[in-house]
T-cell receptor, first 114, second 112 residues
Framework: AQKITQTQPGMFVQEKEAVTLDCTYDTSDPSYGLFWYKQPSSGEMIFLIYQGSYDQQNATEGRYSLNFQKARKSANLVISASQLGDSAMYFCAMRGDNNNDMRFGAGTRLTVKP | EAQVTQNPRYLITVTGKKLTVTCSQNMNHEYMSWYRQDPGLGLRQIYYSMNVEVTDKGDVPEGYKVSRKEKRNFPLILESPSPNQTSLYFC???????????FGPGTRLLVL
């Protein structure tokens, strides 16, 4: 069975500093995709970044990068130069190519302090 | 504008009164799914659909039904809602299962 674990219920970061949100996963699928979503207080789910299991390079999207360590089964999200608007819940998710269901972690609430 | 829409956005109902939450996407996506979000549990998948007339159970299907008669629509049906189905519900779609999913705005349901 697939499983996603986010061990940090809450994180604080100072504005303009970088922060890493942890995500580990477990799957028996040889091929899979990893996703990060942001959920601000308004409630919508915003896609941030995607990493395929066979991608050689870590994914990057603007200030977001995904630190993918396949052997350790971790897919940490790194946010550089934090902004006040980054305060939100962040969810890690995974879908295996042999499984059509999508699994989410419990989420990490990030608070950016001015 | 490419989007996933859900209706209603907010709903208060009573135990046992059948309800339907609609979901529609205008991106010609094959894959659609329903999730519920509860504090401390993240999002859990209820049902998903690979294409018209093809649906399958996710993690927490009990108490829910779905149908996919048209590609763009994927309604969620609660035949006899109970208070433990009080939650925030999201519909999502993607072109294929492994592609990025796009989420609707959410439906907040309270069952009394």
């Amino acid at each position: 069975a697939q499983k996603i674990t986010q061990t940090q219920p809450g994180m604080f970061v100072q504005e303009k500093e970088a922060v890493t949100l942890d995500c580990t996963y477990d799957t028996s699928d040889p091929s899979y995709g990893l996703f990060w979503y942001k959920q601000p207080s308004s409630g919508e789910m915003i896609f941030l970044i995607y990493q395929g299991s066979y991608d050689q390079q870590n994914a990057t999207e603007g200030r977001y990068s995904l630190n993918f360590q396949k052997a350790r089964k971790s897919a940490n999200l790194v946010i550089s130069a934090s902004q006040l608007g980054d305060s939100a819940m962040y969810f890690c998710a995974m879908r295996g190519d042999n499984n059509n269901d999508m699994r989410f972690g419990a989420g990490t609430r990030l608070t950016v302090k001015p | 504008e490419a989007q996933v829409t859900q209706n209603p956005r907010y709903l208060i109902t009573v135990t046992g009164k059948k309800l339907t939450v609609t979901c529609s996407q205008n991106m010609n996506h094959e894959y659609m799914s329903w999730y519920r979000q509860d504090p401390g549990l993240g999002l859990r998948q209820i049902y998903y659909s690979m294409n018209v007339e093809v649906t399958d159970k996710g993690d927490v299907p009990e108490g829910y039904k779905v149908s996919r008669k048209e590609k763009r629509n994927f309604p969620l049906i609660l035949e006899s809602p109970s208070p433990n189905q009080t939650s925030l519900y999201f519909c999502a779609s993607s072109l294929y299962p492994v592609e990025t999913q796009y989420f609707g705005p959410g439906t907040r349901l309270l069952v009394l």
